[in-house]
């Protein structure tokens, strides 16, 4: 027994020694950036759908709260976010509301009564998603419906690239100690959105972990007494040695960005 134990640990060694045992990663961080940042998240993205829409039915005007009264006999106090927008001369148009609590059917039954009105029910066509209620009027309206439906926000909101002087101003860390890196910062104050993606250059990858880490550790005093929502996502960012690459991702759904960075391998 004291034989297998030894060759195992003999075997074990020379595994170790040459490598074998840490994963091959070869990333092509260029290629990687846009691809993080079209992410798209699991939920409804009310603004995204409605730019999609916009950009799908001529001659649409927005509508705001002020006009729902008057224009459609809409009751703004049972709606909490809206996208609206019509095309008067051919009547297309579109709502998406979502109704605040207890006021579903309320809002339902002012908007038929308009669609009614204005006889457009038979071009019309409804759906209900992640609790926001979706009114399409157009010739294609099933088509545009089906399109819409799946509207999903970007995970990253807007970003700024960081470069070498940010490197070392915001993180510390010199240029000449790491090998590559693809760093994103959100260019909102109020979205603490970021991924780090490093390299570091051979025997400073301990150094340039501590920096990373004491930049995250700060990040998340930063947002303790700020954003609650912002804070959470900062407490529960994914940590992450890839190969050679340390990784770090502050967003609302970590594993499919560390997921599109395992499939940028090239190894």
């Not at 910062?185 to 490093?198: E, F, G, K, L, R």
């Not at 050679?244 to 759904?253: G, N, T, W």
Request: aromatic share 10%; hydrophobic share 35%; net charge negative.
């Amino acid at each position: 027994m004291k034989k297998v134990l030894l060759c195992l640990f003999a075997f074990c060694s020379i595994f170790m020694i040459t490598g074998c045992t840490s994963e091959k990663v070869s990333l092509n961080l260029k290629e990687l950036a846009p691809k993080i940042d079209t992410l798209q998240g699991n939920t409804f993205d009310r603004l995204t759908a409605s730019e999609l829409l916009n950009g799908k039915i001529e001659g649409l005007v927005d509508v705001y709260e002020h006009e729902f009264k008057q224009k459609f006999n809409l009751t703004v106090e049972n709606i909490s976010e809206y996208s609206v927008s019509v095309n008067e001369g051919t009547n297309n148009m579109y709502f998406i509301l979502k109704p605040n609590e207890g006021k579903k059917d309320a809002v339902k039954t002012e908007v038929d009564a308009y669609l009614t009105s204005k006889n457009v029910k038979e071009k019309t066509s409804f759906e209900e998603v992640d609790g926001y209620l979706i009114y399409i009027v157009a010739d294609n309206s099933k088509d545009l419906l089906n399109e819409v439906k799946n509207a999903k926000a970007p995970i990253f909101g807007a970003l700024m690239q960081v470069e070498d002087d940010l490197l070392t101003t915001q993180f510390g860390i010199e240029k000449d100690m790491v090998e590559e890196y693809l760093i994103k910062m959100p260019m909102m104050i109020t979205n603490s959105h970021t991924y780090i993606i490093v390299k570091p250059a051979e025997g400073k990858k301990d150094v340039v972990k501590e920096k990373l880490d004491t930049y995250m550790t700060n990040l998340e005093e930063q947002w303790k007494t700020y954003l609650p929502d912002q804070y959470e996502l900062v407490k529960n960012r994914l940590v992450k040695e890839y190969g050679d690459y340390l990784i770090y991702i502050v967003s609302s759904d970590n594993e499919a960005v560390f997921n599109e960075i395992k499939a940028n391998n090239q190894a």
